[in-house]
Nanobody, 124 residues
Framework: QVQLVESGGGLVQAGGSLRLSCTTSGLTFSSYHMAWFRQAPGKEREFVAVIPWSGGNAIYEDSVKGRFTISRDNAKNTVYLQMNSLKPEDTAVYYC?????????????????WGQGTQVTVSS
């Protein structure tokens, strides 16, 4: 069965950096768009970034552009999210997700497979 496992979250001060990893199994990784979403307490799950299976340009939510970078290593079936210049408003549980649709989507309800999430807390 498909599994996605996130890691790399933690507590960091504002302005700091973290790198999240999501290792997958049970799917043909190179055939899936891989995305990161986040969810803060009491809020809906929010799109962060997606990298297409085709190797096209990544898409980022406006608030993270220039600070976050999504990448993938197909040989390791792993997608990463490098987060720099972190802000308190970035605090959330971060989830990776996979989708094999023809077009890249940014709506969380359209993603098929999800990890359990990793907590990112940014202190002021």
């Amino acid at each position: 069965q498909v599994q996605l496992v996130e890691s790399g979250g933690g507590l960091v001060q504002a302005g700091g950096s973290l790198r999240l990893s999501c290792t997958t199994s049970g799917l043909t990784f190179s055939s899936y768009h891989m995305a990161w979403f986040r969810q803060a307490p009491g809020k809906e799950r929010e799109f962060v970034a997606v990298i297409p299976w085709s190797g096209g340009n990544a898409i980022y939510e406006d608030s993270v552009k220039g600070r976050f970078t999504i990448s993938r290593d197909n040989a390791k079936n792993t997608v990463y999210l490098q987060m720099n210049s972190l802000k308190p408003e970035d605090t959330a549980v971060y989830y990776c997700a996979a989708d094999d649709s023809i077009k890249v989507v940014t709506t969380f309800r359209l993603y098929e497979y999800w990890g359990q999430g990793t907590q990112v807390t940014v202190s002021s």
